[in-house]
């Protein structure tokens, strides 16, 4: 039916949007500071949400870190200390540094990788 299908992709546009914003530390921080983490129907939610992590499911995320965030959001002691601000900005300055060296490295790799093409293409003539 095409409005089984419009539905399906309506709930999978937001699960993906959803499951992408949690790898936003400060998004975390205030789903906490407002009760989210103690409603036990969003825990069961986030539980669920866990499909996302099966390859055929993950090739659509943008933000990969999400699914990380998404597993440490099924341990309740993590769910509590998300309440702290300092809590979200530890994580924020983590995914910042963990990007630059991320960044770093591959710019490295990409470099090595040209002057070795550029050694073979002269070395063939």
């Not at 499951?19 to 975390?28: G, K, S």
């Not at 390859?55 to 509590?80: T, V």
Request: glycine fraction near 2%; charge should be positive.
């Amino acid at each position: 039916c095409a409005s089984d299908d419009t539905g399906n992709r309506l709930r999978f546009q937001l699960e993906l949007e959803f499951v992408q914003c949690l790898a936003n530390p400060n998004y975390l921080n205030f789903l906490a500071q407002r009760g989210y983490f103690k409603d036990k129907a969003f825990v069961n939610y986030l539980k669920y949400l866990l499909y996302w992590k099966e390859p055929e499911y993950a090739k659509y995320l943008k933000y990969p870190q999400c699914l990380h965030m998404l597993e440490l959001l099924q341990y309740e002691h993590f769910r509590k200390e998300l309440v702290n601000a300092q809590c979200a900005k530890f994580i924020d300055e983590q995914q910042i540094l963990h990007w630059q060296h991320y960044s770093r490295k591959r710019m490295r790799l990409q470099q090595a990788l040209a002057e070795q093409q550029q050694q073979n293409n002269t070395s063939v003539k």
